[in-house]
């Protein structure tokens, strides 16, 4: 996709999801967490976004390597869109079928060592959903990288 030009016109929050991840959402978004399923959810009546972390190890119970984690979850095939700076994963654009208030979504992973992080952000704005996407930041020891 084309480079973000469109300038930020709605107050945001830095909103750290995970302990190793964060994002960066309207102050509009009402946000909901479900704990048992490490599922995040914020949304309002024309946009949403999502997260789900998932730990990754080996048979030993030790941290994936990121490289390893890409290669068992391969791109999905589709309009691809960057990732955010300095991360490892893929996304693509994917229309949503109806009833789904929005039509289009930006769907992908992110990796790191030990860990997927499997995110959407649904609009009808995809310039707005890409924004959204590569606010998305892996977060080492209380300090956003």
């Avoid at 946000?31 to 009546?45: G, S």
């Avoid at 999502?50 to 080996?58: K, L, Q």
């Avoid at 030993?60 to 990732?83: H, M, N, T």
Wanted: charged share 25%.
């Amino acid at each position: 996709m084309s480079p973000i030009t469109a300038p930020a016109t709605e107050p945001t929050v830095v909103r750290r999801v995970f302990p190793a991840w964060s994002i960066t959402i309207p102050t509009t978004l009402r946000e909901a967490f479900v704990e048992e399923d490490a599922y995040w959810h914020a949304w309002d009546r024309r946009r949403s976004v999502s997260m789900t972390s998932v730990i990754v190890a080996d048979q030993r119970g030790r941290p994936l390597a990121s490289r390893k984690i890409l290669r068992r979850c391969p791109p999905e095939r589709g309009q691809r869109v960057d990732v955010p700076p300095g991360l490892a994963g893929w996304a693509i654009v994917v229309p949503q079928p109806q009833p789904s208030r929005e039509s289009r979504a930006i769907s992908g992973v992110l990796v790191r060592d030990g860990g997927l992080l499997i995110a959407t952000v649904r609009a009808d704005d995809l310039v707005w959903a890409e924004a959204v996407w590569r606010s998305i930041r892996l977060e080492s020891e209380g300090v956003p990288r």
